[in-house]
């Protein structure tokens, strides 16, 4: 009886904690459309800046990083850092993408 309560209360919380992480993620994601994928893969590293933190999704970029505008896109800008293109979130400079 025991053994029966005890893998009905783990089934239970195991499943509780794998819906509360796929929530959890889906809030996180953010797709980004074709043609802000494609203009932004294809703008030249000759501005690439310095950056001394780690470039990590959902990190804010800090004020002195240049954000640049993706054309007829509001919602997405974008930044070279260390050679690496990154999509930001313009109003909260959000790191939305890092294209390897």
Avoid: C, W
């Amino acid at each position: 009886m025991k053994a029966t309560l005890f893998a009905v209360t783990l089934a239970t919380t195991l499943a509780a904690a794998s819906l509360f992480a796929a929530t959890a993620r889906a809030e996180d994601v953010i797709v980004v459309p074709g043609e802000v994928d494609t203009y932004v893969a294809e703008q030249p590293f000759d501005d690439s800046v310095t950056y001394d933190g780690d470039i990590v999704v959902g990190d804010t970029l800090p004020d002195d990083v240049v954000i640049r505008e993706v054309p007829e896109h509001d919602d997405y800008n974008y930044a070279i850092i260390k050679r690496q293109r990154i999509v930001v979130e313009p109003r909260t400079r959000k790191i939305i993408k890092i294209y390897q």
